[in-house]
């Protein structure tokens, strides 16, 4: 066993103490709304949006992007727990704007051990082997957050299986201040159309 794993065990064993009636709590968000957000671990969504047990459903990825499964997590979420608000969250500074499809498709054809990253760009730490399946892959890398944020939005808004109803929020957060700025572009385009 590794440290990490002792600490995760001890902190359970505290949390469980003090679990109190959070056994009862409903797997449909009490708020009825939910996030699409980066996994990057800085963002913590339960603070940034006032957040408690129970309160929203919070989905995350590498960069917060539309996948198909982060839609397939929404559309569970609305159609069978009753979601009536979406916020679909980036952020700054986020490892997705570092590399491209090329770049980790290359990456991951040489090693699959982890890279680095240094000034001159991504390098791998050690030898291979490596596999080919990752040139196969969409990464959803970033070029640009804002482009990116209103790509995501739209594609939530025109997916045939999302209704118009649902309000659709575009935001990014700023790691730096902790603030959640408005898309304005991204909010107008996840209007509700009826």
Same mark, same amino acid.
């Given at each position: 066993m590794?440290?990490?794993?002792d600490?995760?065990?001890?902190?359970?064993?505290?949390?469980?103490?003090n679990?109190?009636?959070k056994?009862n709590l409903r797997p449909d968000?009490?708020?009825h709304?939910?996030?699409?957000?980066?996994m990057?671990?800085?963002?913590?969504?339960?603070k940034?949006?006032?957040?408690?047990?129970?309160d *929203?459903? =919070?989905i +995350?990825?590498?960069?917060g992007?539309?996948?198909?499964?982060a &839609?397939r997590s929404?559309v569970?979420? @609305?159609?069978l727990l009753?979601?009536?608000?979406?916020?679909v969250i980036?952020?700054?500074?986020?490892?997705?704007?570092?590399?491209?499809?090329?770049?980790?498709g290359d990456l991951?054809?040489r090693?699959?051990?982890p890279?680095?990253l240094?000034?001159?760009?991504?390098h791998?730490?050690?030898d291979?082997?490596?596999?080919n399946e990752?040139?196969?892959i969409d990464?959803?890398t970033?070029?640009?957050?804002?482009?990116?944020l209103? *790509?995501d =939005?739209? +594609?939530?808004?025109?997916h045939s299986?999302?209704?118009?109803? &649902?309000?659709i929020?575009?935001?990014? @957060?700023d790691?730096?201040?902790?603030k959640l700025?408005?898309?304005?572009?991204a909010?107008?385009?996840?209007k509700p159309?009826?």
């Amino acid at each position: 066993m590794t440290q990490i794993h002792d600490e995760v065990l001890t902190a359970n064993i505290d949390y469980a103490a003090n679990f109190g009636d959070k056994g009862n709590l409903r797997p449909d968000p009490g708020r009825h709304f939910a996030i699409l957000t980066c996994m990057d671990a800085r963002l913590d969504p339960a603070k940034y949006a006032g957040l408690t047990e129970g309160d *929203a459903h =919070v989905i +995350r990825n590498a960069g917060g992007r539309a996948s198909d499964d982060a &839609i397939r997590s929404l559309v569970i979420s @609305y159609k069978l727990l009753g979601t009536k608000e979406w916020f679909v969250i980036h952020h700054t500074d986020c490892g997705m704007e570092t590399f491209t499809n090329q770049i980790m498709g290359d990456l991951l054809a040489r090693s699959l051990k982890p890279a680095n990253l240094e000034t001159s760009g991504w390098h791998d730490s050690g030898d291979g082997p490596g596999s080919n399946e990752g040139k196969l892959i969409d990464w959803l890398t970033i070029d640009n957050q804002e482009k990116s944020l209103l *790509a995501d =939005v739209r +594609r939530i808004r025109n997916h045939s299986l999302v209704p118009g109803y &649902i309000p659709i929020y575009g935001y990014i @957060y700023d790691c730096k201040t902790g603030k959640l700025m408005e898309i304005p572009e991204a909010s107008e385009v996840g209007k509700p159309t009826s």
